[in-house]
């Protein structure tokens, strides 16, 4: 898992753990809501990786023989 994953996932840990610590209701939707999006950054980074893997190696097998670095 990469460091800014980590981060993300770690912010929003945080935050779902002071929402359910607080008695005012509005804060506490407020900080789920930071955590879910903290969550959902996360999980668009898996799929940058992915898709950053694959059209890797889409492009290296649309490669010629002698275009190829190995």
Not at 32 to 56: F, G, K, Q, V
Request: glycine content about 2%; hydrophobic content about 35%.
């Amino acid at each position: 898992m990469n460091i800014e994953k980590r981060a993300l996932l770690d912010h929003a840990q945080r935050c779902r753990r002071v929402a359910e610590d607080l008695t005012h209701r509005e804060a506490a939707r407020r900080l789920c809501a930071m955590a879910d999006a903290y969550e959902a950054r996360a999980a668009r980074l898996d799929d940058e990786d992915r898709s950053s893997t694959l059209l890797h190696y889409f492009r290296r097998d649309l490669a010629g023989p002698s275009d190829r670095q190995e």
